[in-house]
């Protein structure tokens, strides 16, 4: 699922987001949250050294546990990154995006990047936890005329590949 059912909102008022949205008007319907995602094994073992590997896995996690409750990605209406290596963060922005789009497509929710000093699991480099709305099948009955609402514009951005390609994409004005 590409698109989302959900409103994103991008006022021209405020600077163009970059990877993210800034407001997002929800389709009524059922709540998913998705508690704090490491890149933990079934086992409970930590996977990955760098924290490329570590959001990998538990992107990995956070879109298992969406599927499981029902939801997809594009039900996602708000996400949290918690990451002990801001730095390190900002440096692997172009192949972090990468990640963040193969497992969850080039839908951007609101989302908030936060630098803290220590995660409760131990060596744990990140941490996702979300919020999903799977839209009640009566309402989407009502939006079936409407379609899907479209994705976030495509700005260059290391979160924003350009259609087919690895390299960024020429920005595109699908503001609301």
């Given at each position: 699922m590409d698109q989302t059912?959900?409103?994103?909102?991008?006022?021209?008022?405020?600077?163009?987001?970059?990877?993210?949205?800034?407001?997002?008007?929800?389709?009524?319907?059922?709540?998913?949250?998705?508690?704090?995602?490491?890149?933990l094994r079934s086992d409970g073992a930590l996977t990955g050294d760098s924290l490329v590997q570590q959001f990998d896995h538990a992107l990995a996690n956070v879109v298992e546990?969406?599927?499981?409750?029902?939801?997809?990605?594009?039900?996602?209406?708000?996400?949290?990154?918690?990451?002990?290596?801001?730095?390190?963060?900002?440096?692997?922005?172009?192949?972090?995006?990468?990640?963040?789009?193969r497992h969850m497509g080039r839908y951007y929710p609101p989302m908030a990047v936060l630098g803290v000093t220590e995660l409760l699991k131990e060596g744990a480099q990140v941490e996702f936890e979300c919020v999903a709305v799977i839209p009640d099948p009566r309402d989407s009955a009502e939006l079936a005329g409407e379609g899907p609402i479209g994705l976030v514009e495509e700005v260059d951005d290391p979160f924003v590949d350009g259609p087919g390609t690895d390299e960024p994409g020429e920005p595109e004005s699908a503001r609301h």
């Amino acid at each position: 699922m590409d698109q989302t059912p959900h409103e994103i909102i991008n006022p021209l008022s405020l600077p163009d987001p970059v990877g993210y949205a800034h407001a997002l008007v929800v389709t009524p319907g059922r709540t998913v949250y998705v508690g704090g995602q490491t890149a933990l094994r079934s086992d409970g073992a930590l996977t990955g050294d760098s924290l490329v590997q570590q959001f990998d896995h538990a992107l990995a996690n956070v879109v298992e546990a969406l599927r499981t409750a029902g939801a997809e990605p594009a039900h996602v209406v708000s996400m949290r990154v918690y990451t002990t290596s801001i730095g390190v963060y900002r440096v692997n922005l172009r192949t972090l995006g990468s990640v963040y789009r193969r497992h969850m497509g080039r839908y951007y929710p609101p989302m908030a990047v936060l630098g803290v000093t220590e995660l409760l699991k131990e060596g744990a480099q990140v941490e996702f936890e979300c919020v999903a709305v799977i839209p009640d099948p009566r309402d989407s009955a009502e939006l079936a005329g409407e379609g899907p609402i479209g994705l976030v514009e495509e700005v260059d951005d290391p979160f924003v590949d350009g259609p087919g390609t690895d390299e960024p994409g020429e920005p595109e004005s699908a503001r609301h």
